[in-house]
T-cell receptor, first 116, second 115 residues
Framework: AQSVTQLDSHVSVSEGTPVLLRCNYS??????LFWYVQHPNKGLQLLLK??????LVKGINGFEAEFKKSETSFHLTKPSAHMSDAAEYFC??????????????FGAGTRLAVHP | DAGVTQSPTHLIKTRGQQVTLRCSPK?????VSWYQQALGQGPQFIFQ???????QRGNFPDRFSGHQFPNYSSELNVNALLLGDSALYLC??????????????FGEGSWLTVV
């Protein structure tokens, strides 16, 4: 069965420093992997997605993630944090055999705080 | 192009009551899914509708039911509300077809508080 583990519930960084949000997944088949962001009182916005093409995926707002099959990881990074990046981030997986690619399995989320 | 729209945005209900939440998918999308996001947790899949039928269901009791209309809009109904049903309910729309990386769009959600 699919599952997603976000290794940090809270991450705090200073503005201008790098961001690393860690995610490990479990999937019985070639997964699709996503990162979504949720700002307070807002819906979910797709940051980026991996679908078995390039293992390094670039998304919006300077975020990128690297798919590492051997480590079953899909960590999210950004070189320089902005105050506007403060939000909740969700790592998400789907695959063909666990409900299909239209059914998303979410991690518990990582709350990113950015300090001046 | 309107994205996924949900109504109402906030509502308060009493234990034992029933609630109906509504969703209009993104233009051109024919598949609607519903998710429940309890405070401090990730969203959990409730069920999915395609061609006016429930296509698959997550681990939620029968108190949770839904409907999809010919124009692809959808309703989520919850009967006999419990305090634990208090959550943000998110509607997601997508195109049918089991395509890797199928982009799924979310509405801003309906906040339900059960007192």
């Amino acid at each position: 069965a699919q599952s997603v583990t976000q290794l940090d519930s809270h991450v705090s960084v200073s503005e201008g420093t790098p961001v690393l949000l860690r995610c490990n997944y479990s999937s019985s088949y070639s997964p699709s992997l996503f990162w979504y962001v949720q700002h307070p009182n807002k819906g979910l916005q797709l940051l980026l997605k991996y679908t078995s093409a390039a293992t390094l995926v670039k998304g919006i707002n300077g975020f990128e993630a690297e798919f590492k099959k051997s480590e079953t990881s899909f960590h999210l990074t950004k070189p320089s944090a902005h105050m506007s990046d403060a939000a909740e981030y969700f790592c998400v997986v789907s695959d063909r055999f666990s409900g299909g690619y239209n059914k998303l399995i979410f991690g518990a989320g990582t709350r990113l705080a950015v300090h001046p | 192009d309107a994205g996924v729209t949900q109504s109402p945005t906030h509502l308060i209900k009493t234990r034992g009551q029933q609630v109906t939440l509504r969703c209009s998918p993104k233009s051109g999308h024919d598949t609607v899914s519903w998710y429940q996001q309890a405070l401090g947790q990730g969203p959990q899949f409730i069920f999915q509708y395609y061609e006016e039928e429930e296509r698959q269901r997550g681990n939620f009791p029968d108190r949770f039911s839904g409907h999809q209309f010919p124009n692809y809009s959808s309703e989520l109904n919850v009967n006999a509300l419990l305090l634990g049903d208090s959550a943000l309910y998110l509607c997601a729309s997508s195109l049918a077809g089991d395509i890797p990386g199928n982009t799924i769009y979310f509405g801003e959600g309906s906040w339900l508080t059960v007192v």
